[in-house]
């Protein structure tokens, strides 16, 4: 059985950095595209960052140059570098990761449990 595990997280003053790391576990044929999300409660679940197997990134605007998405495809991994944090960056971070459970067929999406970040003074 396939099973995202994220760690991570926490308070931080503006500012202030923290690294999120999501691993997946189990037994799989390949990983794909990996994402980072954030949610505010009342809000839509928002992409932060992706990066893709061949580790091009995209990013929304807002954390631009204070973010950064890599991935280690030995350890199947996922990590979220954030720096210069800011009140608004405050969420629920989740990792969701395509996974192809066998050589057929398609892919299947798997979300991480989700990491609380609070940026506050």
């Known amino acids: 059985q396939v099973q995202l595990v994220e760690s991570g997280g926490g308070s931080v003053q503006p500012g202030g950095s923290l690294t999120l790391s999501c691993a997946a576990s189990?037994?799989?044929?390949?990983?794909?595209?990996m994402f980072w999300y954030r949610q505010v409660p009342g809000r839509q679940r928002e992409l932060v960052a992706q990066i893709t197997d061949r580790r091009q990134t995209h990013y929304i605007d807002s954390v631009k140059g204070r973010f950064t998405i890599s991935r280690d495809n030995v350890k199947n991994s996922v990590n979220l570098e954030m720096i210069d944090l800011k009140p608004d960056d405050t969420a629920v971070y989740y990792c969701h990761v395509d996974i192809w459970v066998s050589e057929r067929g398609s892919p299947s999406i798997y979300w991480g449990q989700g990491l609380q970040v609070t940026v506050a003074s």
């Open positions: 189990g037994t799989f044929f390949a990983i794909g595209p």
